[in-house]
């Protein structure tokens, strides 16, 4: 068996709020295999988005280790830090909400080619395009400013821009929630072929438990910070075992369909 | 089936940068009274447009065209009973419930006042009266403790008790339509089914007509006995609930219910040569 990608171990984060502590994240552990798609369900504040902050190292464990690539990540710091933080990426909602609406895609894609000092200014040019190209865009787009853009291919931009370091592992918390279903299908697809053709990992964050299981491979139930349950997305949720599972299948919305698609 | 109201060659158009964008094109459609009608689509296909017409909520600057007839025959006025108007009001005849509860609540002013307020306004009641429906209307919506709830303020309940709240101002005049755009969809899953059973209950105990706007098709046919599909300003179908999913006319139907990721679905996963 492979080492794993990434583990994390008897991770804990706290918070401060009105006087009373919270437990946002409390005593978990998983693992991902390189290739591997694990996702992170649960309800609203159960400690998902927290968990993909601490792994990002956006912010600071109270307690536990995360093993990336074979290192102490918690233990990294400047240059090694960096370096290793193009091997780990993310996309999120809404992630382009964060830049000037002016910006050209080009500008996007260029930034984390420059930042990591993968390819020369003259080299990046043909860079973002092949980007593009790897996420089903044509080159052309690359002059557009992401306001002139659909919200679909906003998400392909944001996954290009994920990819450009050649990343082993991209946390995605909810990355697909907001689009619309008719393009919700062409990016997860996206999401799939990248992972087939590079063995790139997903830590896949949302709420969606159809979506969960059609896509990851494992699943972690989460809730209020604590791992309710683990294993085989499709087990899992065929045959919830905690009683945050069996709620969570039952809230699910079904759709019963006679007759076939 | 009598109709509560119809809807003739609706047309809206909203003015951006100069020009006129066309939310929706020209749209027939009859709800009936005492009915459940969802009303599905892709972002931009003019739902909440649809929903903000009927309440009369449009902004001035929208130029709307063709009719919305309602066919009941009067409707309340709160301080002179005898006086009957021709036109719903808002927030009397019509209770709206938004997709973020924050946009419908005062934020400095306590829960319990602000249901009041709905009902001395629409109901002219008394302040002692219209504190007693508050409360029973906080129970109603199943908010914990509805005594202390009252002086509660919005920053201090969760997105699901604060979507229970703004449902309890929207009810608080006993409106004839309840119209619930999104209502549940910044909501988690679990509570989002919580809201849903609430509706439910709320609009057949008080048979009320409900309209749900909702990009969900399966949650809009677990609530509906009716839906209609919306496309680029344009009603595609309306059905039995039945029939739009396991019968649909139109291809953008079909569409919708195939890109529908159920817990029965297909897994997309191929397995692709990596982990165990
Ligand atoms: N910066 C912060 N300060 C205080 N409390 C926080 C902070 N960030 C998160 N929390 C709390 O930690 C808990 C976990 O929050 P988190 O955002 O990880 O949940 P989540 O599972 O991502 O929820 P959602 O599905 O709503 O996105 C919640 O109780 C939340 O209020
Ligand atoms: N106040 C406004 N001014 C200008 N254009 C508007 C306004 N409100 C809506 N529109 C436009 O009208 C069209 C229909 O919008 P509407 O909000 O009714 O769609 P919707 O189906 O509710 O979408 P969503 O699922 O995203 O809520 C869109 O093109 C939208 O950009
Ligand atoms: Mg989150
Ligand atoms: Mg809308």
């Keep these: 068996m492979n080492s794993p990608l990434l583990t994390v171990s008897g991770l804990a984060k706290r918070y401060r709020r009105g006087g009373k502590t919270i437990a946002a994240v409390d005593d978990v552990s998983f693992a991902i295999e390189p290739g591997e798609t694990l996702a992170l369900a649960g309800p609203s504040g159960s400690g998902k988005s927290t968990i993909a902050r601490l792994v990002l190292r956006l912010i600071e464990p109270d307690a536990g280790r995360i093993q990336f690539e074979g290192d102490d990540f918690l233990a990294l710091s400047g240059s090694a830090l960096r370096a290793r933080r193009a091997r780990l990426q993310m996309v999120f909602q809404d992630p382009l909400a964060a830049f000037n609406p002016r910006a050209t895609v080009a500008r996007l894609l260029d930034d984390p080619l420059r930042i990591h000092g993968i390819a020369s200014r003259a080299e990046r040019p043909r860079r973002i395009a092949a980007l593009l190209e790897r996420v089903g865009l044509n080159a052309d787009l690359a002059p557009r400013a992401i306001h002139e853009i659909s919200g679909g291919q906003r998400q392909r931009i944001a996954i290009a821009r994920a990819i450009a370091t050649n990343p082993s592992l991209i946390v995605l918390d909810e990355a697909v929630s907001a689009l619309d279903v008719s393009v919700r299908g062409d990016i997860l697809n996206l999401l799939l072929d990248l992972q087939a053709k590079e063995r790139i990992a997903y830590l896949f964050i949302s709420h969606d438990l159809g979506v969960v299981r059609a896509i990851a491979h494992r699943v972690v139930i989460l809730d209020a910070g604590r791992i309710a349950e683990s294993g085989d997305a499709r087990a899992v949720i065929g045959a919830p075992q905690s009683a945050i599972g069996k709620a969570l299948v039952m809230a699910t919305p079904k759709l019963h369909r006679t007759t076939a698609s | ?276």
């Excluded at chain 2, 009716?226 to 029939?243: D, K, S």
Aim: overall charge neutral; glycine content about 8%.
């Design chain 2, 1 to 276: 089936m009598t109709a509560l109201l119809s809807i003739r060659d609706l047309s809206v158009a909203y003015r951006r940068d100069g020009r006129e964008v066309a939310a929706l094109k020209n749209i027939n459609l009859d709800i009936a009274s005492g009915e459940r009608l969802a009303i599905i689509g892709e972002s931009g296909s003019g739902k909440s447009t649809l929903a903000l017409a009927i309440a009369g909520l449009l902004p001035a600057s929208a130029r709307i065209g063709g009719r919305i007839d309602w066919q009941m025959s009067e409707f309340r006025s709160p301080h002179q009973p005898s006086c009957l108007r021709k036109t719903p009001l808002s927030g009397r005849d019509i209770g709206f419930v938004f997709q973020d509860p924050s946009a419908s609540l005062d934020p400095v002013m306590p829960i319990g006042k602000q249901i009041a307020e709905v009902a001395r306004t629409h109901l002219g009641l008394g302040w002692p009266q219209a504190y007693a429906r508050a409360r029973t209307l906080l129970e109603r919506v199943r908010l914990p403790d509805p005594g202390t709830a009252l002086r509660t303020f919005p920053h201090q309940l969760s997105g699901g008790q604060k979507q229970r709240v703004a449902i309890a101002a929207a009810i608080a005049a006993g409106p004839k339509l309840l119209i619930a755009d999104e209502a549940t969809s910044a909501l988690d899953t679990i509570v989002q089914a919580e809201i849903v059973s609430l509706i439910r209950q709320l609009v057949s105990e008080d048979g009320m007509t409900l309209l749900f706007v909702s990009h969900d098709i399966a949650l809009a046919a677990e609530l509906a006995e009716r839906i209609a599909v919306f496309r680029h300003g344009e009603l595609v179908e309306i059905g039995a609930t039945a029939e739009i999913v396991n019968a649909p006319r139109h291809a953008y139907t079909r569409a919708l219910l195939d890109a529908h990721i159920g817990l029965d679905a297909e897994p997309m996963l191929r397995r692709a040569g990596a982990s165990a």
